[in-house]
């Protein structure tokens, strides 16, 4: 911690004579070991007889020789920058960032998020044992306040003055180091800089194999270009997480198997072997002239439903994973009321006509191998025309990112949806934004259609999850990242036969 500021060993002695305490990992659990501790000094100790008081939400900006200008430049790609942070210098004050969009971030936890201290009373209903308003009481609480002091540490509006945020600094360290990783994530974003890790690799022959055990080997094994910093790890993989989690499924070299600590079940291998007996068709020697012509299987079509973010990805990102399938076609469809956001340029939506009667935005000239359609609409409503029928589970799949199928928020929007997708016999790839979100949405589905489902894939952390931390604005301790775990299941199949069977002549 800097010096212009108030040692927290200092304030914790003061107030309460705290033991010296250790720092856990963001989403561990309390019972689970936790890291070694990281000392503020090495000089001895001294209570100081009066503390100097700061302004509320003031983090001072490091100081360096030379102050950082900005400057401009051209990029690899021939455009025109301007760099307004460099390396040394992304860690900034929310509130006194020099980055507009994050001032209004700020702003908007102020207007919006609650401070955690125990001593107010509860917002809201806890939502697992390791959240933080867990701890407040209704009877003896104080009315509930607004956060109003940033950490010097992260830079993050997290308690609404400097003294709650002493008191209760044991709790807040258990995230502060990913806080302000997050903090110097975001102002990355906004320094201008070139991201060379956006870079994505381009397609190779069929008779290279792909490692998908990991990030590390599936990037080495595509021949991305090395990203040696942890940052431009965690920039990447926020995109690629939405293509891999998918391609890391339902590829033939995929890390979930059978065998023990795989993941997949026995109902599973079934659905999945299917769908890759569409995705890797056997060498039928056709060719490039009418003489070795051959029919093309239909195109693998994913259905993305409750899309959001994903939607508005580069389709150079959504290329990734059809570069892994070299004898295939995909045919892509978000469907969602947000499925058009952040993407204006696009606005209005097209006419709904006796052709398109959803007014779908087609994009059919990404690729040969890639099609794109979105539709802004409830995926009941289309299906109960019967738009995508007939359902085939060998080429057809469903997949939900953070779908929040078991929170009380959202747990209406997929009311009607849920019945319509078991009954369709297609698996359906579920994921989930943080531990307790996935177990929320998984007990849910087994108490409402635990007669009605199997699972193909046990729940659990997805080896493509993002790598990259996000804080959630309305509870800034709320740490969570894309697609952290997935699981998939699909309507329960009985295989029927025949009493009394005809004996054959």
Not at 102 to 107: E, H, L
């Amino acid at each position: 911690m800097r010096s212009s500021y108030t040692c927290s060993r200092c304030i914790g002695l003061l107030k309460s004579s705290r033991p010296q305490f250790q720092r856990p990992s963001p989403l561990r659990r309390p019972s689970q070991p936790i890291s070694s501790p990281r000392f503020h000094s090495t000089k001895s100790l001294a209570i100081p007889r009066s503390i100097t008081k700061r302004a509320l939400s003031s983090t001072s900006v490091a100081k360096f020789d030379k102050p950082f200008e900005p400057y401009e430049y051209t990029d690899p790609e021939g455009h025109r920058r301007k760099v307004v942070l460099n390396e040394d210098n992304l860690f900034h004050s929310f509130t006194n960032s020099p980055i507009p969009a994050i001032r209004n971030r700020a702003a908007f936890m102020r207007q919006h998020a609650y401070c955690p201290h125990p001593s107010h009373k509860p917002t809201r209903a806890p939502i697992h044992e390791a959240d933080l308003e867990a701890r407040k009481s209704s009877e003896t609480g104080t009315p509930p306040a607004h956060v109003n002091f940033e950490c010097p540490d992260c830079g993050i509006p997290v308690y609404c003055c400097e003294d709650h945020w002493a008191d209760d600094y044991e709790a807040h360290l258990e995230m502060c180091d990913v806080l302000r990783q997050i903090n110097e994530d975001d102002h990355d974003l906004h320094s201008g800089r070139f991201f060379k890790e956006f870079q994505f690799a381009e397609p190779q022959i069929e008779e290279i194999l792909v490692n998908m055990t990991n990030w590390d080997s599936y990037m080495y094994t595509r021949d991305f270009d090395a990203l040696n910093e942890d940052r431009e790890m965690r920039q990447a993989t926020k995109l690629l997480t939405y293509p891999m989690t998918i391609a890391s499924i339902i590829h033939e070299l995929s890390p979930y198997n059978i065998r023990k600590g795989g993941r997949l079940t026995p109902e599973g291998l079934k659905s999945f072997t299917a769908l890759r007996h569409s995705l890797h068709p056997p060498r039928s020697g056709g060719g490039d002239t009418w003489k070795n012509a051959r029919l093309a299987p239909p195109p693998v079509r994913l259905f993305v439903l409750g899309a959001r973010a994903e939607s508005s990805l580069p389709r150079e990102t959504w290329m990734q994973m059809a570069y892994l399938f070299h004898r295939c076609q995909f045919s892509l469809n978000f469907i969602g009321p947000e499925s058009m956001a952040n993407r204006q340029k696009e606005l209005p939506l097209p006419e709904r006509t006796p052709s398109n009667p959803f007014g779908a935005v087609v994009e059919d000239r990404i690729s040969n191998a890639l099609k794109v359609s979105t539709f802004v609409e409830y995926y009941h409503t289309m299906h109960k025309t019967g738009y995508f029928y007939p359902y085939d589970p060998y080429f057809d799949c469903f997949v939900c990112f953070h779908p929040g199928f078991g929170n009380p928020a959202t747990r209406h929007e997929w009311e009607e949806t849920l019945p319509l997708l078991l009954e369709t016999k297609v698996p359906i790839i579920a994921t989930g934004y943080s531990p307790w979100d996935m177990q929320q949405d998984v007990e849910y589905l087994q108490k409402r259609f635990g007669n009605e489902m199997d699972i193909l894939l046990e729940p659990g952390e997805n080896i493509f999850r993002s790598l990259r931390w996000d804080s959630n604005d309305l509870d800034p301790h709320d740490i969570n990242c894309s697609n952290w775990g997935v699981y998939a299941f699909r309507g329960k199949r009985y295989e029927t036969t025949a009493r009394d069977q005809p004996k054959e002549e």
